[in-house]
């Protein structure tokens, strides 16, 4: 009787850590009416501009949305799951594929996230995310290079969509 006390206690404790990790919607931002949103000025408009041109032809051209949302802190929460809910509360990808991908950036923490919709996992899989972080993106954002980072990590997430990432 007492290891069931002990292992309904375990769980019960478990389970309270699983929902408190839930992002709490507000703590989430108002929906942006643009694919490229930068609280932090970190890009340039051009850079910003070209950015947003290239992902909004790839969404007019494909079924997949791809988004750029860099901020300066997630908080106390894990990046990854914080990405997840921006997805789900902003509504990125369309509609009933469930198909967005969220390139998620929060520069004072020096954290970063491609989160993708459960349409999109398939293509961009976590481990294709973390290798485009590592060879994209973070080399290029040690040098100040974020515009950079995210245009060669945003050219791979197209590729992997099309299944031409190697």
């Known amino acids: 009787m007492l290891k069931r006390f002990i292992l309904f206690f375990i769980l019960l404790l478990g389970a309270t ?20 949103t930068d609280y932090t000025t970190t890009l340039s ?3 910003k501009q070209q950015l947003e041109s290239k ?9 997949v949305q791809i988004a750029v949302v ?4 997630v908080g106390d929460y894990d990046i990854s799951q914080y990405g997840t809910s921006l997805i789900r509360k902003w509504g990125i990808g369309q509609k009933g594929k469930d198909n967005g991908v969220l390139i998620l950036i929060a520069v004072v923490d020096h954290k970063i996230a491609i989160s993708t919709g459960y349409g999109a996992e398939g293509a ?6 973390k290798l485009i972080i590592d060879q994209d993106m973070r080399p290029r954002f040690r040098q100040g290079n974020y515009a950079g980072g995210i245009n060669a990590a945003a050219d791979d997430i197209i590729k992997a969509t099309r299944g031409e990432f190697k």
Do not use: C, H, W
């Open 17 to 36: 850590g699983v929902f408190a990790q839930e992002v709490a919607d507000k703590d989430i931002p108002a929906k942006s009416n643009t694919i490229v």
């Open 45 to 47: 408009d051009a850079d």
């Open 55 to 63: 992902l909004e032809a790839y969404d007019d051209s494909s079924s």
């Open 70 to 73: 860099i901020m300066r802190s």
């Open 124 to 129: 961009v899989p976590d481990a294709t995310a």
